[in-house]
């Protein structure tokens, strides 16, 4: 299942809105809380989401561009 566009909207706007130094003693609350911001989607899947966009902006920061 791919993420679209309103999704990936408000999945930045929820990584904002919850930042990870609020939920220092428990992470799990933090990407319950996003889900919880992002239209069809759980914790689980926002995670995912996010570490793939972080790995596509290493690998592009390596590369140069």
Do not use: M, N, S
Not at 23 to 37: E, L, S, T, V, Y
Not at 39 to 64: F, H, N, P, W
């Amino acid at each position: 299942p791919q993420q679209r566009r309103p999704q990936q909207e408000q999945l930045e706007a929820a990584l904002v809105k919850h930042p990870a130094k609020d939920f220092k003693d428990d992470p799990k609350q933090r990407w319950k809380a996003i889900a919880a911001g992002v239209e069809g989607k759980t914790a689980k899947t926002c995670l995912r989401r996010y570490k793939a966009l972080a790995a596509a902006v290493k690998a592009q920061r390596e590369a140069g561009a």
